[in-house]
Structures are given as C-alpha cells and as structure tokens.
C-alpha cells in the first residue's frame, strides 16, 4: 500500500491548475457507491465545495462532464476486471492527485474474499460466481480484487467502509491547499477514551476489533454497545496475535476470530497476515 | 463483468455514444437502434462489476448478513438490513414486534426521505429544468436546492440517532438493535421533522408543476402490500394483476431469466415484466398513505393510478411526506421498551423477506444450519426487477419521438431511465448510451 504520508513528500510539487479553479474528478469502480455518495451527504457543505472547484467530472451526480487532465480525483471502488486495471492506469495519468476513499479502494473491499476462496487458501472467483449467476463462464472478473495502490501510485488513502464524511472534507481542503491531510492513525482505543466510553470488551466481555483498527468513525460501535468490526481497516503495527488470544478468551473460536479479520478490509496487510497465519497454524 | 460488444454500426448509421449514463447509482449503458422511422432494438445493458455477494456469503455466521448486505448498496444499505433480519428471523421463528418493529420502521422512513430528496433534487429535477446536474441547479436555485438538502439532511439526521451513521449503520442487529436511541436525541427529531414535512410538502408542490413528456404507459406493478400501514417491512406480495401471496412464495411467481440480446438477467412476475418502486407502491397502496400525503398527491394532480412514468418524481415526493409524516407518529408515539433486540437463537431452516426498497421490493432468502452457519443465499435487488419495463420505457419514449432530433431523444431516453432511478450497484450491472440511428 502507498504510505499514508505520501501527499506529504509531495505537498513541494507545484499545484497543477487548468483554470481558475481546480477541477474535481470523482470516479467509481467496485464498490457500492457509498462513499461517493458521501460527498452529496455533506449537506450544509456540499455547494461551498462546489463553489471552490469545478467538479469536471462526478458521473452519480452530475451529466455534464469535461475532459482531463484534473487537478484532484477521487477514485472509490477496487479493481476487479481488465477493462478497470486499464482504466485506472488511464484515470492516473490524467490527475494531478490521485485520492482513493473507501475500504475498496484502499483494500480491495469485501469483494476481496475471492482473493482467499480457492481450495489452497489463493484467489478464486469461480465457486462465488456460480452461486450467483446460472452462466459464470461469461463472467469477466478477474480472481482478484486489489486496491487501486497495487496499480498506480497514491497520493492519499482515506479509509473507512464507508469514508468519514469530516475526513473527506479534511482531505480535500487539505489537498487544495497542498497541505497534509490531518488524518490519525491510531487505534479506535483512544478515540472510545476520549469520549469516555465504556470499554465493551473490559467492562461487557464483547470481543472488539478496536485496539487493531485505525480512528476515524469516532469509536462509532463501542458507543452503540458492539465491539468495533474494524471497517476503517488495522492501524499502524497492530498487535493481532495478543487480540486473537482475548477473542479466543472471551469464547470466539478460530472461525470466529477469522470471520472478524475478513471482513471489508480482509486484503489489508495485518489482518491478511494475521488471518493467513491462523489458517496455517490451525491445519 | 457483463460486458457483451455493441454490435458494430454499418456505414450510414448516425450514432450517438455517451461513455455512461449520469445522476444514476452505478454503471450501465443503453442500446438504442433506429432505422429510418423504426425503432429495431433498445437494451439496457447493466454489467457493473459484480461483487458476488451470495458467493462470499455462504459460510458466513447468521448474524453477519445485515452488515456484510448493506455493503451492496450505499444508498440502500437500510433496505438490505431490514430485508436480511426479516429472512434470517423468519427462518428462526422470531417475530419483531411492539416499539423495536416501529423504530426498525423509523429507521427506513429515515433512509427513504434521504434517498427520495436525493433523486428528486439531485439527480432528477435537473432533468426537468435543463440542468446537468443539482449543483448547477443551485446556481440559478439556490434556495430551491438549499430545501432538497435540508430535506435530505433530516432523513440522515434520523439514520444518524438510530443507526449511528447514514451509510452503512451500525445499530442494526437480529431481533432488533445494539441499544436503544436515546430518548432526548430521538424526541429531538421532532423538530427537524415537522419542517421537512413542510419541505417535503413544498416539494410536491414544485415537482407537480414540471413540464412532463406526453407518455402514457400500461405496466404490471409489484409490491408489498400491509393492510393497515404503507409498506415497508412487512406485508404480502401483491400486484396490479391480482396475484396476492406471502413473500415466502415470491420465488413461486418471479423469475429471471436470460434474454438473447442481454447479458443481464430480466425478471418477470408470471410470465409478465413488471415495475416495482414508488409508482408501484403508490398504485397498490395509496389509500394506506397518511391523510395528509393522500391530499398532497391529490393537489398534485395525481389520481389511483400514474400512468406517465415521468411523473414519478411526483410520487416520490408524496412518498416523502408520508415518511416525514410517518417519522413524526412513531416520534410522538415512542415509548422506550425493556431491551434494544429481542433473542434469535439458530435454528436449521429456510426464510425469506421482502421490504420495500426506496426503488422497490428487495427479496433475500437464506438457508442456514442449526450452528447458524449460512448455506446458501440469494438477494433480488429492485432495479434487476424493474428492468424489462424500463427498457419498455425507453421503446415507448423513442417510439412517441421518432421525430426529434437525435440529441433530444438522447436526454428522454437518459431520462426514461432516470425516472426509476435505477440503482445499479445493486442490481450488480453499468449504462453506456448509444443510440443508432440509420
């Protein structure tokens, strides 16, 4: 994955403007829509936004498009088929900067359970497209869905499924200014202390994927009485080996504590590598 | 990816190419061939990237499908929640009832004013009005603009107090939810909600006065259908044609089916496309709408049946004062029960549920085992439903302006699919717009 600092040891680069005022790409690939449709839900924002950029293409909200290059795209959705590896290769070479949102697009996605399902624990899209459609063989789907970072290079990753709709505004306003995008990374944990949430696991025995997540949702499920299911994705150096001994603690077998770690953000470096490694210790 | 090659274009043929159809959610393209004053040939052909969502599911714990479902659509995500706890709890045997039924039902009124505003505002009136998109709507309308957002800030206002975001909430659980509203942020709704009733109402007002195409349209409509309440949770499967059985049976009735010259799949309710979304629900249910919603549609203009598939702008707005409206009852009338879900143990079995969708009835079924392992899946998204008759939209809207210039008949033809706001995340599909005319 990029590093998460890379808009940093770019903020020297000049700004490229086309116009008076930068032009916003938003593109989609697989994924949901959500955290597109993030960008409408900024409500008392969203025509303030629009006043400081011309959004040159947004294809959910927009049919008036104008061609590149574009000063900032917003790229949501993993890469799952040819046709998309090409087309984000060509979405690349026509923006300034390149911003993915959203677990698919920094993760591959839930859609990236193929990348575990065949027999020896590789990709395999085969046995999931049959359970759907009555003639899989027209599918024309790649084994794998990847991250746009495996692809192109990444000037920012925001996480989260879907994306916070304040770290999107940050993130924006940042790049536009060609600054670093104030984004935290570290764990759910100290976001539920600062709000002076009760620890779900600590005082209600509820397995939390907290510690090993990154902040973002402003510990969201432990303030509705549920362990963390860990969409914004593993924070920096999580200690996932002493997580799964909790979990296994407090009940959850190793099916269970595999199930947590392939979710949305199952293709993330440590909780892929966690999750391998419970396969491998456990047959 | 359902991506099958356009059929190359003789010499001679004028044709339009659009890279994708705009303001719909999701990608899709549509096929249109004329030849002189023939139309030969309309597909709408979806092939988004699919996710698989009823593969990965297999093996998945019972209690996942609510998050892991909502994941399909952003702006549905209450929709596959509600229709995925409805056929989990059916297949274990557990009924929802008493204030959590009527909060799981606020919920959805929450994410039906939010996506109605949305489509009205942003994605469809500009069509109306000459306008790309919302945003440069609200350079000329600002003020106009400035109510459909507020509007749609309310509905994600009441996701936010119950389900803690509006994409993808996380309160929502079998039997109910991880805990109750609180009680001063759920009575604080009321406010909020009484002005958007009067912005929900202001709506009507304004859609009712567009300028829509002279399109008149026979169509077979699906829904639920509740005899004491406008659907959204629960009721049977109802249609214009007098089919009436419980949802379990909707497998008996709907089929989808491959058509030749579409890799997508089409659905037909015994035998015959349908529609489902607010026209339909409006046709079989509006005398169940709330008093208030009923005379908003009727100094809208809108009689028991719509036939002009334009106008369902209109019945979106309508429908959005009754969720307003609805929202406001259950507000009023909340009194916080004794716990957030009621227990749904595992049992081996089989069940199904229908709800109702801001774009139409969406169908889930699962089979589990005694541990609560899920078997098997299978989720029939609104728009798949809606499908053939969109397309039928489309033929009728080229048949009726074969004299147009080819732009014009472009935009209604853009705009004959808009109408349903197709949601083609969902129905895993993308629009490509091509019309050929020779």
């Given at each position: 994955m990029a590093p998460l600092t890379s808009a940093v040891s770019r903020t020297a680069d000049?700004?490229?403007?086309?116009?008076?005022?930068?032009?916003?790409?938003?593109?989609?690939?697989?994924?949901?829509?959500?955290?597109?449709?993030?960008?409408?839900?900024?409500?008392?924002?969203?025509?303030?936004?629009?006043?400081?950029?011309?959004?040159?293409?947004?294809?959910?909200?927009?049919?008036?498009?104008?061609?590149?290059?574009?000063?900032?795209?917003?790229?949501?959705?993993?890469?799952?088929?040819?046709?998309?590896?090409?087309?984000?290769?060509?979405?690349?070479?026509?923006?300034?900067?390149?911003?993915?949102?959203?677990?698919?697009?920094?993760?591959?996605?839930?859609?990236?359970?193929?990348?575990?399902?065949?027999?020896?624990?590789?990709?395999?899209?085969?046995?999931?497209?049959?359970?759907?459609?009555?003639?899989?063989?027209?599918?024309?789907?790649?084994?794998?869905?990847?991250?746009?970072?495996?692809?192109?290079?990444?000037?920012?990753?925001?996480?989260?499924?879907?994306?916070?709709?304040?770290?999107?505004?940050?993130?924006?306003?940042?790049?536009?200014?060609?600054?670093?995008?104030?984004?935290?990374?570290?764990?759910?944990?100290?976001?539920?202390?600062?709000?002076?949430?009760?620890?779900?696991?600590?005082?209600?025995?509820?397995?939390?994927?907290?510690?090993?997540?990154?902040?973002?949702?402003?510990?969201?499920?432990?303030?509705?009485?549920?362990?963390?299911?860990?969409?914004?994705?593993?924070?920096?150096?999580?200690?996932?080996?002493?997580?799964?001994?909790?979990?296994?603690?407090?009940?959850?077998?190793?099916?269970?504590?595999?199930?947590?770690?392939?979710?949305?953000?199952?293709?993330a470096g440590p909780f892929r590598k966690e999750a391998e490694h419970v396969e491998r210790t456990r047959s | 990816m359902w991506n099958a090659p356009a059929p190359e274009a003789p010499a001679g043929t004028r044709r339009i190419d659009v890279e994708a159809l705009a303001r719909v959610e999701g990608e899709g393209a549509l096929h249109v061939r004329i030849v002189g004053d023939t139309l030969e040939h309309v597909a709408l052909r979806i092939y988004e990237p699919p996710r698989l969502f009823e593969g990965f599911l297999r093996g998945r714990h019972y209690t996942e499908p609510p998050d892991i479902t909502a994941r399909i659509c952003g702006i549905c995500p209450v929709a596959y929640?509600?229709?995925?706890?409805?056929?989990?709890?059916?297949?274990?045997?557990?009924?929802?009832?008493?204030?959590?039924?009527?909060?799981?039902?606020?919920?959805?009124?929450?994410?039906?004013?939010?996506?109605?505003?949305?489509?009205?505002?942003?994605?469809?009136?500009?069509?109306?009005?000459?306008?790309?998109?919302?945003?440069?709507?609200?350079?000329?309308?600002?003020?106009?603009?400035?109510?459909?957002?507020?509007?749609?800030?309310?509905?994600?206002?009441?996701?936010?107090?119950?389900?803690?975001?509006?994409?993808?909430?996380?309160?929502?659980?079998?039997?109910?939810?991880?805990?109750?509203?609180?009680?001063?942020?759920?009575?604080?709704?009321?406010?909020?909600?009484?002005?958007?009733?009067?912005?929900?109402?202001?709506?009507?007002?304004?859609?009712?006065?567009?300028?829509?195409?002279?399109?008149?349209?026979?169509?077979?409509y699906v829904s639920l259908s509740h005899p004491d309440e406008y659907p959204l949770n629960e009721g049977r499967l109802v249609s214009s044609r007098g089919l009436d059985v419980p949802v379990s049976a909707f497998e008996d009735h709907v089929r989808e089916e491959h058509v030749p010259h579409s890799t997508a799949l089409h659905a037909t309710v015994d035998g015959e496309p349908y529609l489902v979304g607010p026209v339909a629900r409006y046709v079989l249910n509006h005398d169940r709408l709330s008093p208030l919603a009923q005379e908003a549609a009727k100094e809208a203009g809108l009689g028991p049946v719509v036939r002009n598939p334009f106008q369902s702008i209109v019945v979106r707005a309508v429908e959005t004062v009754y969720a307003c409206d609805e929202a406001l009852r259950i507000v009023e009338a909340y009194e916080p029960p004794e716990h957030a879900f009621v227990d749904v143990p595992p049992r081996a079995g089989r069940g199904h549920a229908c709800t109702e969708a801001p774009r139409g009835t969406l169908y889930h079924r699962y089979t589990i085992n005694e541990d609560g392992t899920v078997l098997d899946a299978r989720i029939v998204p609104p728009t798949a439903q809606s499908q053939a008759t969109i397309e039928e939209d489309v033929r009728d809207v080229v048949r009726g302006h074969l004299d147009v210039p080819t732009e014009t008949l472009q935009h209604l033809c853009e705009q004959a699919v808009r109408n349903h706001d197709p949601c083609i995340s969902c129905a895993t599909h993308f629009l490509k717009l091509e019309v050929e005319r020779r």
């Open positions: 000049p700004f490229v403007r086309t116009g008076e005022r930068p032009t916003l790409a938003v593109w989609k690939f697989a994924s949901c829509d959500g955290c597109q449709l993030t960008l409408l839900d900024c409500e008392d924002e969203l025509l303030a936004v629009a006043g400081q950029v011309d959004v040159a293409y947004f294809l959910e909200a927009s049919s008036a498009t104008v061609a590149g290059p574009y000063d900032v795209s917003l790229v949501e959705g993993s890469i799952t088929t040819a046709h998309d590896a090409k087309r984000i290769r060509e979405i690349r070479e026509q923006s300034g900067k390149l911003v993915v949102i959203g677990a698919c697009a920094t993760a591959g996605g839930i859609q990236a359970l193929r990348n575990f399902a065949g027999p020896d624990g590789g990709p395999d899209v085969s046995a999931y497209a049959a359970a759907v459609y009555a003639h899989p063989e027209i599918l024309e789907a790649l084994p794998t869905s990847t991250p746009v970072s495996e692809h192109v290079f990444v000037d920012f990753e925001l996480r989260g499924c879907p994306i916070d709709k304040h770290q999107l505004l940050e993130v924006v306003s940042a790049v536009l200014a060609g600054r670093k995008p104030q984004i935290p990374n570290y764990a759910v944990c100290l976001e539920c202390k600062r709000l002076g949430a009760v620890c779900v696991m600590v005082a209600h025995g509820q397995p939390c994927l907290g510690p090993a997540t990154q902040a973002g949702c402003g510990a969201l499920c432990p303030s509705f009485s549920r362990g963390c299911y860990g969409c914004f994705g593993p924070h920096e150096g999580p200690n996932l080996p002493a997580l799964g001994d909790r979990f296994a603690e407090l009940g959850v077998d190793a099916d269970g504590w595999l199930r947590a770690l392939r979710t949305y953000n199952a293709y | 929640q509600m229709s995925s706890c409805h056929a989990l709890e059916a297949a274990c045997g557990v009924t929802v009832d008493g204030q959590l039924r009527e909060l799981r039902r606020l919920l959805y009124c929450g994410e039906w004013i939010e996506s109605h505003a949305l489509h009205v505002y942003m994605l469809h009136a500009p069509d109306f009005l000459g306008y790309p998109s919302g945003i440069h709507l609200a350079q000329d309308h600002r003020a106009i603009v400035e109510r459909g957002l507020r509007l749609k800030k309310v509905g994600n206002d009441v996701m936010v107090v119950l389900g803690g975001r509006e994409i993808h909430p996380v309160n929502v659980r079998l039997g109910g939810f991880y805990r109750l509203p609180r009680l001063a942020q759920l009575r604080a709704l009321r406010e909020p909600l009484l002005r958007a009733r009067e912005d929900a109402l202001a709506t009507v007002r304004w859609v009712a006065g567009f300028d829509f195409p002279d399109v008149e349209a026979d169509r077979v």
